[in-house]
């Protein structure tokens, strides 16, 4: 059974940077697109990016000036980078693994549990 | 971005009801909709994918398709365990986006 787990600093200054860390367990890294969402009351779910294993990477572009995804396969582990926050980054933020189904069709089949961070001084 | 808009926000059921939740794309993009079941505190489940594909485990009662130009979820008897809410979510082209949500409450 796959497991994702994200962890990080639950309390971020404005103006600083947000890294987190997601561990996966029971599955292989390898071989797979590894996304970042995030949820907040005010914006719903919002997709900041993925990285697939080999370490390619996509962003959204309303972020993508702030984001960085990347792997690191020996520890399996993904990481996003989010900089110069603001009070507006305040949310749940999860890790999920992407699936294709044979038409290639792309969903997210396993999530994190999640993490809160906040975003205050 | 491609919009997804999901009808109504909320709803009301009773054990036992037929409920359908719409999403409308702002844009064509074919098959590539999701369905995902969120509780409070807990992160999405899916539920459907490829429009209308059943995840191993979901119950048969949810069922997924579409009408129009709306992509539909159908949940044919509601139970207790299923009040929740529901997002949509297309994988046509990035970024990615979700719906806003449909809650589904006890009436």
């Known amino acids: 059974q796959v497991r994702l787990q994200e962890s990080g600093p639950g309390l971020v200054k404005p103006s600083e940077t947000l890294p987190l860390t997601c561990t996966i367990s029971?599955?292989?890294?390898?071989?797979?697109?590894w996304s970042w969402m995030r949820q907040s009351p005010g914006k719903g779910l919002e997709w900041l990016g993925y990285?697939?294993?080999?370490?390619?990477?996509k962003y959204n572009p309303s972020l993508e000036s702030r984001v960085t995804i990347s792997v690191d396969t020996s520890k399996n582990q993904i990481f996003l980078n989010l900089t110069s926050v603001t009070a507006a980054d305040t949310a749940v933020y999860y890790c999920?693994?992407?699936?294709?189904?044979?038409?290639?069709?792309?969903?997210?089949?396993?999530w994190g549990q999640g993490t809160l961070v906040t975003v205050s001084s | 971005d491609i919009q997804m808009t999901q009808s109504p926000s909320s709803l009301s059921a009773s054990v036992g009801d037929r409920v359908t939740i719409a999403c409308r794309p702002s844009q064509i993009i074919s098959s590539y909709l999701n369905w995902y079941q969120q509780k409070a505190g807990n992160p999405p489940k899916l539920l459907v994918y490829s429009t209308s594909r059943l995840q191993s485990g979901v119950p048969s009662r949810f069922s997924g398709g579409r009408s129009g130009t709306d992509f539909i979820l159908t949940i044919s008897s509601v139970q207790p365990e299923d009040f929740a809410t529901y997002f949509c979510q297309q994988s046509y082209t990035t970024p990615v986006t979700f719906g806003q949500g449909t809650r589904l409450d006890i009436k």
């Open positions: 990285t697939y294993s080999s370490g390619r990477t």
């Open positions: 029971g599955g292989p890294i390898s071989s797979y697109y």
């Open positions: 999920a693994r992407h699936r294709f189904d044979g038409a290639g069709i792309d969903y997210l089949q396993h």
